[in-house]
């Protein structure tokens, strides 16, 4: 077997783990406001994606460093609103501390699995 395929492999079982801890933390007290976090975790890498994209590939305009702020920006606040729900809702009794640190564990390796993949399968435009 290739590398590759190796790599898939464990990636998909990092990614449905970390699901199945967020699963767990909603499903096990039924409460399912963690899942808003997961979800946050999961969306976070999009905006790096999409306004990289709309950068392009003259890096001398200013315009393009404004689109990779932007970008930068919205993952950040995605990224910390994410980590700062499940605690926010732990503290204010909503859920309990062992499901904000399931769904934070969970969210975390969700975000952690979809940048390895985007890391290690990323290929540069050669133009």
Not at 53 to 78: E, R
């Amino acid at each position: 077997m290739s590398s590759g395929l190796h790599t898939v492999i464990f990636l998909s079982f990092a990614l449905a783990l970390g699901f199945l801890l967020v699963i767990l933390s909603c499903a096990l007290w039924k409460n399912w406001m963690p899942f808003w976090s997961a979800l946050s975790f999961a969306m976070a890498p999009a905006p790096n994606a999409l306004f990289g994209s709309l950068a392009g590939a003259d890096s001398f305009s200013d315009l393009n460093s404004a689109y990779l702020d932007m970008g930068h920006f919205l993952t950040g606040v995605l990224l910390m609103t994410g980590a700062a729900l499940p605690l926010l809702l732990a503290h204010t009794g909503i859920i309990t501390t062992t499901a904000a640190v399931l769904s934070l564990s969970g969210g975390l390796i969700v975000y952690g699995t979809i940048m390895t993949y985007a890391a290690f399968f990323h290929t540069p435009d050669d133009l």
